[in-house]
């Protein structure tokens, strides 16, 4: 079945430093990939999408681009801030016959240091 | 407050009794979604709704969770026999099906405790 990977964490990072977060998938179709961010005592909301190959998604600074060839999407942003202190989640949707269910990774957590 | 709402926020219970969460999806919105989520994991999908109808529900969902859409509106999640396994945090999340879109909104969620 579909699985999403993502990196080891928690990530801990001073302000004004570069963020990767890796994630891979596995999934049988063309998923739509997704990142997720969960801010304290929130709920989950929508950080980015990319729903084809080479696509790139970008929103508040952040990006990650849809690589099918190592099945990864990988965010990324220059220049972190300490309001970016949150949990992200890398998520797929397979829109074939599955209504467009997520499938997360196990999140990563993330707080920055001013 | 236009989004997702869910009810209550937090819920404590006895292992054995039944406990009932509530969803109200966006407006409009024809897609519901429950999904559960323990410490440290990423959320994991249990069923859907396309309007009333009940489509799809994953292999967690033991016979002792039924969820429900009446009217194609809010929907109820209900556990029966609660037992401590069960404590997690429970999301309701909506969309609208538009031209292959399908971004879902998520609510605050219901956090199940069983003691």
């Known amino acids: 079945g579909d699985s999403v990977t993502q990196m080891e964490g928690p990530v801990t990072l001073s302000e004004e430093a570069f963020l990767t977060i890796n994630c891979t998938y596995t999934?049988?179709?063309?998923?739509?990939l997704f990142w997720y961010v969960q801010y304290p005592g929130e709920g989950l909301q929508l950080l980015l999408k990319?729903?084809?190959?080479?696509d790139k998604g970008s929103n508040k600074g952040f990006e990650a681009t849809y690589r099918k060839e190592t099945t990864s999407f990988h965010l990324e942003k220059g220049s972190v801030q300490v309001s970016d202190s949150a949990v992200y989640f890398c998520?797929?949707?397979?829109?074939?016959?599955?209504?467009?269910?997520?499938?997360f990774g196990q999140g990563t957590i993330l707080t920055v240091h001013p | 407050d236009t989004g997702v709402s869910q009810n209550p926020r937090h819920k404590i219970t006895k292992r054995g009794q039944n406990v009932t969460f509530r969803c109200d999806p966006i407006s409009e919105h024809n897609r519901l979604y429950w999904y559960r989520q323990t410490l440290g994991q990423g959320p994991e999908f249990l069923t859907y709704?396309?309007?009333?109808?009940?489509?799809?529900k994953s292999r967690l969902l033991s016979d002792r969770f039924s969820a429900e859409r009446p009217k194609g509106s809010f929907s109820t999640l209900e556990i029966q026999r609660t037992e401590q396994g069960d404590s997690a945090m429970y999301l309701c999340a909506s969309s609208l099906e538009t031209a292959g879109r399908n971004e879902q909104f998520f609510g605050p969620g219901t956090r199940l405790t069983v003691l």
């Open positions: 998520a797929l949707s397979d829109g074939g016959t599955s209504y467009g269910k997520l499938t």
């Open positions: 990319a729903t084809k190959a080479d």
């Open positions: 709704f396309q309007n009333e109808a009940q489509l799809e």
């Open positions: 999934a049988t179709g063309y998923p739509s």
